[in-house]
């Protein structure tokens, strides 16, 4: 072939004029058809956390951002960011911060490895699901936390961690009532509580008297106790379980000082601590 | 609608993929069926079909006679249950289930003092409509007897505009140990004939097919031999290869079509019964006699002296199995169902149910998981899948907890857990446990969104 500038220099020019026309384009479009956004989404997006976790219903910070400055939420909704963090996004909204209760995940079981009787031996894929699909995974409560550590690794903020009892510890602390582990958890142990409900009932066996203790020492054996302890009305039965109701009238730690099998328990910070369990037998000596 | 039923009289090559698993019956497929003794405890689940539980229509105290109605069905797609024993329930209540969980179940002391014996009359078939047979059928309680245990006049109540020209029974019994359905159609060949023959003019079907495995060549010949004159039956023996029980593999191997994912047989003008379910439908119109007790094969290498049980449902699984001689020192799990798609126990009090076609004692031999390799994609899984899915991908993924993905792009609710992919991989990976797992995950989160 020969050598011929205007096959060499024809195709560069083509692209450049393409290039340039489009730019033009773009640059009409931008001048004519903008589409004007609040700056104070991007400013408070920036204030947020930016984890994303979906704690606070939205499908993410931006998007909740976005309903902050419409004015359609509070910006206590989102439970990840500090306090501090909260005031100033209020302020520079110029709204109200709102009440921010902390919550945190809380785990409807006690029953270890210690505690829950074992019937079977399971082979298989490390997983809480894995294993409650293959005949429960051999532990004799069917209701029972598998202890695999599903909720461990579905957890963002390592709030989890499993101890040696084979059940998992959520640090308050790190815990952001994201709600994730309520949806790892093949047996729906997991539910988001406000820190301040101290009276909680660790057992989720629907059985009743020597039946529910025979698969579990800390088992609920639905004696009312508990029920009968405290204000009318506060904790009832249902299904053999205790049921607190919150708004019913004062929580007292009397509930918990007859309970046999300490299923229900006077929690102040996290679940399964030495510390909340010596206060619970130092409790129970005062009454 | 799919286009008219081609019956061929050629052999058709049988269907794709599978897998070729040793099969284990010698031990039980020349013992006649026995008896089980009646024991003195036993459990009916009211949930133990596919579909909405059963009610309950007795209470703690109440007198039941063998054959009495004591739940009625709990909707369309549900059957109801009936007492094994003569004797007393002792509560209706929470009862551990064979996979660990407790359901609601009606518990019958048996009375030690009743001679057992079924009283029953037999019912008019001849004279009953279509919806009157289906009204029966349910009321006797009758399940696929297979393993699925899916209520049996639900496949019966066809849609407008669809119909049955073949009944297909299904005595592939490709599971390895099983012999149940091979003794039924040894020993009760006429039964289970005058049953075929009492669902086929009730569906107006053309023909009955029965697809039996040639590695059951004296099953094949009692039916030939047992065939009435005129009888509009053929006996088809099929290539021993596993799943050709699956009720769509089955019509590929024998018509050579295939039943589209998400149809039924009774899209291509099929209807396919397990040879458990149509004697069990013969005995009710014969005999009268409600689904109340069934035929299961106690084997495996950790029982001495495995057999073929007509056990009464609700029979503990610890009787059959003490029947059997006891479990030996190096039994390290027991499986109820077959040893592909069966499921461990989690408790030997579990009883017995509709949908138990055996019980097996497995050591470390058949039971010793390989250790857990990286997979080396290989393709064996891909290539033994009956259903053409892809197991390599759905264990990566389940790995990764990318359950959605699993179930949007893969289609993963197709698979049927039949163990094809798991049985051939040289990796030892768990496979049809991560399918499990994600169906599992996929079923929790349509019935959270609900």
């Known amino acids: 072939m020969s050598f011929d500038l205007e096959t060499i220099f024809s195709a560069p020019g083509i692209m450049l004029g393409l290039g340039l026309f489009f730019g033009i384009v773009l640059a009409v479009a931008y001048r004519f058809l903008k589409v004007e956004e609040d700056p104070r989404i991007d400013d408070t997006e920036e204030l947020l956390p930016g984890t994303n976790c979906g704690a606070c219903g939205e499908p993410g910070c931006r998007a909740f951002s976005e309903k902050l400055v419409a004015g359609e939420v509070q910006p206590s909704k989102c439970t990840v960011a500090s306090p501090e963090a909260l005031e100033s996004i209020a302020e520079y909204l110029g709204v109200d911060a709102g009440e921010q209760v902390k919550q945190v995940a809380r785990l409807r079981c006690a029953g270890g490895r210690a505690e829950a009787a074992q019937i079977a031996e399971y082979q298989g894929f490390d997983g809480c699901r894995a294993a409650d699909v293959v005949s429960g995974g051999g532990k004799g409560c069917p209701w029972g936390c598998l202890g695999l550590a ?82 009318p009305g506060v904790v009832t039965m249902e299904n053999n379980l205790p049921v607190v109701h919150f708004q019913a009238g004062p929580l007292k730690p009397e509930a918990t000082f007859r309970c046999p099998t300490n299923a229900i328990v006077w929690l102040e910070g996290n679940q399964f601590e030495q510390d909340s369990q010596d206060q619970h037998k130092s409790l129970k000596r005062h009454a | 609608m799919m286009k008219a039923l081609r ?153 407008e505009g669809t119909r049955i020209r073949c009944l297909l029974i299904n005595g592939a019994e490709c599971e390895p140990y099983l012999t149940t359905d091979h003794r039924l ?9 005058h049953g075929a023959e009492i669902v086929r003019s009730k569906l107006g079907a053309e023909e009955i097919v029965i697809g039996v495995e040639k590695n059951k060549p004296d099953a094949i010949e009692m039916l030939q031999r047992s065939i009435g004159p005129g009888q509009p039956v053929r006996v088809v023996p099929l290539e021993v290869k596993y799943p050709q029980g699956a009720e769509k593999m089955l019509i590929k191997s024998i018509f050579g079509v295939e039943v589209p994912a998400g149809k039924l047989p009774r899209d291509v003008q099929i209807a396919v019964n397990n040879v458990g379910t149509i004697v069990a439908i013969a005995d009710y119109f014969q005999k009268g006699m409600p689904l109340i007790e069934r035929v299961v094969t106690v084997s ?84 033994a899948c009956p259903y053409f899915l892809n197991p ?48 599992d995950y996929l079923r929790s989160m349509t019935r959270k969104e609900k």
């Not at chain 2, 159609?185 to 004939?193: D, G, N, T």
């Not at chain 2, 003490?322 to 499921?343: D, S, Y």
């Not at chain 2, 759905?394 to 039949?418: H, I, P, Q, S, T």
Request: hydrophobic share 40%.
């Open chain 2, 392 to 439: 390599a991908r759905f264990a990566r993924l389940a790995r990764a907890r990318l359950y959605e993905e699993m179930a949007e792009k893969y289609n993963v609710m197709d698979c049927v857990e039949c163990g094809c992919c798991t049985y051939s991989c040289p990796s030892g990976i768990p496979i049809v446990q991560h399918i499990r797992t994600a169906k």
């Open chain 2, 300 to 383: 495996g290498p950790g029982v001495a002296y495995p057999a073929n049980l007509l056990a009464p449902l609700g029979t503990p699984i610890r009787d059959l199995l003490r029947f059997a001689g006891g479990l030996k020192e190096e039994t390290r799990q027991v499986v109820m169902g077959g040893p592909m798609m069966g499921a461990s126990i989690a408790d030997l009090d579990a009883p017995i149910l509709k949908g138990s076609s055996g019980i097996l004692a497995l050591t470390a031999n058949e039971t010793g998981r390989p250790e857990e390799r990286p997979c080396i994609r290989c393709g064996r899984c891909v290539e």
């Open chain 1, 150 to 231: 599903d909720c461990e690794i579905s957890c963002t903020f390592d709030a989890i961690k499993m101890n040696e009892d084979g059940l998992p510890k959520v640090d308050v602390d790190l815990c952001t009532a994201c709600g994730d582990c309520v949806e790892a958890c093949p047996r729906d142990l997991f539910e988001i509580r406000p820190l301040n409900e101290h009276l909680y009932v660790q057992c989720n066996s629907p059985l009743a008297g020597d039946d529910a203790v025979a698969l579990c020492s800390v088992a609920c054996d639905a004696c009312g106790r508990c029920s009968a302890d405290s204000a």
């Open chain 2, 185 to 193: 159609m040894v020993e009760r060949p006429e039964a289970l004939l």
């Open chain 2, 7 to 159: 019956l061929p009289g050629r052999a058709l090559g049988g269907f794709d993929h599978g897998v070729h698993p040793p099969h284990h019956k010698e031990r039980t497929e020349d013992l006649p069926i026995q008896r089980l003794p009646f024991g003195s405890r036993f459990v009916m689940p009211l949930g133990q079909h596919i579909g909405a539980p059963s009610v309950p229509v007795v209470k703690a105290g109440d007198a039941v006679r063998r054959g009495q109605l004591i739940a009625g069905p709990g909707g369309f797609v549900s059957v109801a249950l009936h007492s094994p024993v003569t004797g007393k329930v002792l509560d209706v209540g929470p009862h551990r289930y064979s996979d660990g969980t407790f359901r609601e179940a009606i518990a019958i002391e048996a009375d030690p003092y009743d001679s057992q014996e079924f009283e029953g009359a037999p019912i008019d078939w001849e004279s009953l409509s279509l919806e009157a047979f289906i009204g029966e059928v349910q009321k006797a309680g009758i399940v696929g007897m297979g393993g699925a245990a899916f209520p049996c006049h639900v496949k019966y109540s066809l849609p």
